[in-house]
């Protein structure tokens, strides 16, 4: 088993989710004692603390490996593992988000397929995983890395 490729799930940008909860709270407390703001407006940013915090909560939990490329083939690992051989891939693109490893594959057969998780050291991995994808061969579709 050849090993290429490892990214590995972050555990401190989730927690990115949960400081703007507890602002959106903190917000939404000082308008509700302060009369300020509406009961639509205290449901509101309840909602927005509550998407939040699922989203915390969604990816603080998950460890281990997210994406790896191993033998040729791209591995994403979600709730149940994902393998495109490098051969069938039409295009890849990976895009930059803050923290964020978003890479979308187009199949030859025009199905398409996403991963998008937190990851440890992004900017490298984007980097050194489009690297990669282009020496074996695979067509990067976009690649909107800032050009620093």
């Excluded at 050849?2 to 990214?7: I, L, Q, R, T, Y």
């Excluded at 979308?104 to 996403?114: A, T």
Aim: charged fraction near 25%; proline fraction near 1%.
């Amino acid at each position: 088993m050849n090993k290429e490729f490892e990214a590995y799930h972050s555990r401190l940008y989730p927690w990115l989710f949960m400081l703007l909860c507890a602002l959106i709270s903190g917000v939404n407390v000082y308008m509700s004692l302060s009369e300020r703001g509406s009961g639509y407006v205290t449901v509101i940013l309840g909602l927005m603390a509550a998407f939040l915090l699922y989203f915390f909560f969604t990816s603080v939990t998950k460890r281990g490996i997210a994406i790896e490329l191993t033998d040729d083939t791209l591995i994403f690992h979600k709730k149940s593992e994902e393998r495109f051989p490098l051969s069938e891939i039409a295009t890849a693109s990976l895009h930059e988000r803050i923290g964020s490893f978003d890479i979308y594959i187009e199949l030859k057969n025009g199905e398409r397929h996403s991963c998008s998780c937190f990851v440890k050291d992004d900017k490298v991995k984007k980097k050194e995983l489009a690297l990669l994808l282009r020496q074996k061969g695979v067509d990067m579709d976009n690649f909107d890395f800032n050009k620093n």
